[in-house]
């Protein structure tokens, strides 16, 4: 027959003859298996050879010699045979299950969800978890796959289920009347996987009013440690948040579009400590909402965070800044690094970056406009080092609360000279040749890929911003940003 055997998390085949064998172990020493001993046939036996394996010899046979595999077993492992196949449960017209919930009900760790072009108007909750190497997927078969739970609440609810993939879906018209919840609402689970999903018509708890009074998102992550989530776009204008997380450690935000919510398009709160926040697109228009009191990227009580190649655009918006990192209490050093990355406002009176009780954190390599501060310290005094940076301001500094501001000598004030200021595509927030942030940038600065995944650096130091420069930049006039200081 044919068998599977876990060996230290793996999968490996092995045939024995048509023949059911059972493999064992010893517990606490490490041992050697001869599937000769428990074939237990008479016509076999089994002798040492004077190697450091066991042989199977026929009876009778001098020379002929059956070589029957061995399963070295490590120590504390136990040798399990387990079926190795993994289902894929198919939803949607004329496949086995009509609704995603009913597939999810029936899936085991391994399995994959797919699911094909439909409107799906339910919710999906998890019932179970995946394990490590182990995912369930629940996964769209191809565009065209919308989750509506029109106005019901969640659109996936992932509630103490880790190693759970949610994959390619549209996702529209998810809605709570209490707080906290949204299309995607991840509560205690880690490991997840999120991925090219698009969040459209989230309301939030007034029911999408202008003034939101409960926490509900596209994205409500609610500790939820170790998630990767990649390549989704989440714009819905009535929701609270476009990205929203609380106590959740070591998360992966990459690659992802966040704009348009009421009052926050991301919010990274209250512990969300050690996230990497790379080369996503964050931006508003909004005006007037929540009493004119609202954000773009807002960077709260958190520690240990990586942002870099990221674009926060808050022009057309009243937006307090393009970018706040904040500490309510004044309790922690945040020690966050914060590089190549453009943040940009066009409001008068308004930063492109505000600070509250900020310590220990690196600002460098980013590209700061605004039509009056590039940098404005609130409330509390702040410890930081900004450098390297290009600021494009009338006032390069507010800081009537006095913040210690360290670096700053290798600064440069004037025009980026961006190749373009339009929206996505391509020429977007990108380097003109003979820019002042073309080899500007830290020379210790790590090497990585930049907004669009090219490697970094090309040059002889990395390039200030989130676009690296490249030959492959068509040549047009710079574009010369209108400036009230030097």
Not at 422 to 428: E, I
Not at 439 to 459: E, F, I, N, Q, S
Request: hydrophobic residues 35%; charged residues 15%.
């Amino acid at each position: 027959m044919a068998a599977d055997i876990v060996v230290q998390g793996e999968m490996e085949r092995f045939s024995l003859n048509g023949l059911n064998a059972n493999a064992a172990t010893e517990v606490f020493e490490r041992v050697r298996v001869s599937y000769c001993s428990l074939l237990q046939s008479p016509q076999v036996q089994a002798l040492p050879d004077g190697h450091d394996h066991t042989c199977c010899y026929p009876h009778g046979s001098g020379t002929g010699r059956v070589a029957i595999k061995l399963l070295y077993v490590s120590l504390l492992l136990l040798t399990i045979i387990v079926p190795s196949y993994a289902a894929n449960l198919e939803v949607g017209p004329g496949k086995s299950f009509s609704s995603i919930q009913a597939a999810v009900n029936g899936a085991q760790p391994g399995d994959t969800v797919l699911v094909y072009p439909a409107v799906y108007n339910e919710q999906v909750a998890t019932v179970r978890a995946g394990a490590n190497g182990n995912y369930i997927v629940i996964k769209a078969a191809g565009p065209g796959v919308v989750l509506d739970p029109q106005g019901g609440g969640d659109g996936f609810l992932i509630n103490r289920h880790s190693y759970i993939a949610i994959e390619g879906f549209t996702i529209q018209g998810a809605s709570r009347t209490n707080a906290w919840g949204g299309a995607i609402n991840c509560q205690s689970s880690h490991y997840l996987i999120l991925r090219n999903n698009v969040i459209i018509d989230t309301l939030g708890g007034t029911g999408g009013g202008s003034n939101p009074q409960t926490g509900v998102g596209d994205l409500n992550i609610e500790n939820c440690d170790n998630l990767l989530m990649e390549n989704n776009r989440a714009l819905s204008r009535n929701a609270d948040y476009n990205l929203g997380t609380w106590w959740s450690e070591n998360m992966v935000i990459r690659g992802n579009e966040f704009a348009g919510a009421l009052r926050y398009p991301v919010k990274l709160s209250a512990l969300s400590q050690n996230v990497l926040f790379e080369r996503n697109y964050v931006h508003t228009d909004r005006t007037g909402t929540n009493n004119g009191q609202h954000f773009n990227f807002f960077f709260r009580d958190s520690s240990g965070g990586t942002v870099r190649h990221n674009v926060f655009d808050a022009r057309g918006s009243d937006a307090f800044s393009a970018g706040e990192l904040y500490d309510y209490s004044c309790d922690d050093r945040e020690d966050h690094e914060v590089y190549n990355n453009v943040f940009i406002h066009d409001r008068g009176g308004r930063s492109a970056v505000r600070w509250t009780c900020q310590e220990g954190t690196y600002f460098r390599n980013n590209i700061v406009v605004s039509t009056w501060a590039a940098h404005e310290f609130v409330f509390d005094p702040s410890d930081v080092t900004i450098d390297y940076d290009v600021h494009s301001a009338p006032t390069e500094y507010s800081n009537g609360v006095g913040a210690t501001i360290r670096g700053g000598a290798s600064n440069r004030r004037g025009s980026p000279d961006f190749v373009g200021t339009g929206t996505l595509p391509s020429p977007y927030f990108r380097l003109q040749a003979g820019s002042p942030a073309i080899d500007g940038g830290d020379p210790v600065t790590p090497r990585g890929v930049d907004y669009d995944g090219l490697a970094v650096p090309k040059g002889v130091c990395v390039d200030i911003g989130a676009f690296e420069y490249g030959d492959a930049v068509p040549p047009a006039s710079p574009i010369r940003l209108r400036l009230g200081g030097p």
